[in-house]
């Protein structure tokens, strides 16, 4: 059984940097690792995802600033966030799945396993 476990959200200023954590138990030899964000008021966003090949995917909101990375040594997924703005405002999820997807950040429905969530809030 895949488990997620999310941690490091909060508050943080326009500009400034935020690192999410994702734990993972259970991760599949093949997999795709996701996170994803959702607005208040808005559709769930796909923001970064990475796969055992392994194929690393950015959402063109975040390309440039963010990175996703996995440790496998210790099994988690981080999502780096630097120079943050106001429109990074969302709660945060991490997801899994043991499938490659052509389509990854798009195709959140493909995703089996998701953590609980996280708040992240930029303010000026």
């Known amino acids: 059984q895949v488990r997620l476990v999310v941690s490091g959200g909060g508050s943080v200023q326009v500009g400034g940097s935020l690192t999410l954590a994702c734990e993972l138990s259970g991760l599949t030899k093949r997999y795709t690792l996701g996170w994803f964000r959702r607005a208040p008021g808005k559709s769930r966003e796909g923001v970064a995802s990475i796969d055992s090949n392994p194929w690393i995917n950015y959402a063109k909101s975040v390309k440039g600033r963010f990175v996703v990375s996995l440790d496998k040594d210790k099994n988690i997924l981080y999502l780096q966030m630097n120079e943050v703005t106001p429109g990074d405002t969302a709660k945060y999820s991490c997801?899994?799945?043991?499938?490659?997807?052509?389509?990854?950040?798009?195709?959140?429905?493909?995703?089996?396993?998701w953590g609980q969530g996280t708040q992240v809030t930029v303010s000026s």
């Open positions: 997801a899994h799945t043991s499938a490659l997807l052509n389509n990854p950040l798009g195709d959140g429905w493909a995703f089996r396993h």
